[in-house]
């Protein structure tokens, strides 16, 4: 009798530029340690012109699926085969899986942003007002998911004009949420009557730990919930300015973790143990 073994590992991991200081790796791995699964995430540096070549190595290579991450999210969809409909309205993709041979995209990070705010945060959005900093694949996925989670209003404000009135007019045209743009030339107030804060730029990501956007911190009130999507570190010097004015903060470890926990169910088929995720991170960061 011949004992059948394999020493095939399943492979999926994350595309990104920078990439080391991501540590998705952390609770992904230590969720399929948990479902006894013999998968192995990796954490891939590839430079924007390289992006093509790095989705035909993940044909090549058999990978069972791919995140996506800075600065790839919305240049990956001309090398998809298929985008989920959510996704083509978001205009950007942070997960891929191969389904058939074909390379199917979709988004989970408005998704697990949104199971962030009403789980972690405490708050259910409908009815809100929000504002969030930034334009990106990350902003496309937050605001097209709170805008149909029933926010009211939505203020974006970016530095590129061009870039943040395209997402404001996919907003107005494509959802019910009234959108308006703001350029960011330099320091500004957050308007009275925002409920909600987000950072949805890369500003304070590792290893620019001491960055900040560019506001006026005293125009923040006690009454907002304030987010980041960055997760390394967690603590965020934006994070750390708002919750010294009385701010209920929100720290991006949530929103990676839901996210990845949807990204899990696509590539295995099985429920993400989630509190196991949490506490994998917690522990990397001493938390």
């Known amino acids: 009798m011949t004992l059948e073994v394999s020493y095939k590992a399943e492979l999926v991991g994350v595309f990104g530029h920078p990439v080391a200081e991501n540590p998705t790796i952390v609770m992904q791995e230590a969720a399929f340690l948990e479902l006894g699964l013999p998968w192995r995430y990796l954490t891939i540096e590839v430079l924007p012109a390289d992006l093509g070549t790095a989705m035909a190595g993940l044909r090549a ?12 999210k919305v240049a990956v969809l001309q090398y998809l085969d298929d985008v989920a409909p959510d996704a083509q309205l978001m205009g950007a993709v942070n997960t891929v899986r191969l389904e058939g041979g074909r390379l199917i995209g979709e988004n989970t ?21 929000v504002m969030l900093l930034g334009a990106g694949g990350a902003a496309r996925a937050i605001t097209v998911e709170l805008a149909l989670a029933g926010v009211t209003d939505l203020l974006v404000t970016n530095r590129s004009a061009e870039r943040g009135q395209i997402l404001v007019d996919l907003l107005n045209n494509k959802t019910p949420v009234k959108a308006t743009f703001h350029h960011w030339q330099g320091p500004f107030a957050v308007p009275e009557g925002i409920d909600i804060l987000v950072n949805a730029t890369s500003i304070g990501l590792y290893p620019e730990v001491n960055a900040r956007p560019d506001l006026d911190y005293d125009s ?19 994070l750390r300015e708002a919750a010294g004015r009385g701010a209920t903060v929100l720290d991006g470890l949530g929103m990676l973790v839901y996210q990845g926990a949807i990204g899990i169910k696509m590539w295995t088929g099985q429920d993400a143990p989630v509190e196991v995720m949490h506490q994998a991170l917690a522990q990397a960061f001493n938390l």
Not at 61 to 72: A, D, E, K, Q, V
Not at 109 to 129: V, Y
Request: aromatic share 6%.
């Open 61 to 72: 290579f058999n990978m069972r699926g791919i995140n996506l991450t800075i600065p790839h």
């Open 109 to 129: 990070d408005g998704k697990g942003f949104l199971r962030s705010l009403i789980e972690d945060g405490k708050c259910d959005p409908a009815g809100k007002r």
């Open 220 to 238: 923040i009130s006690a009454g907002m919930i304030v987010c980041d999507v960055i997760p390394n570190p967690p603590q965020t010097p934006f």
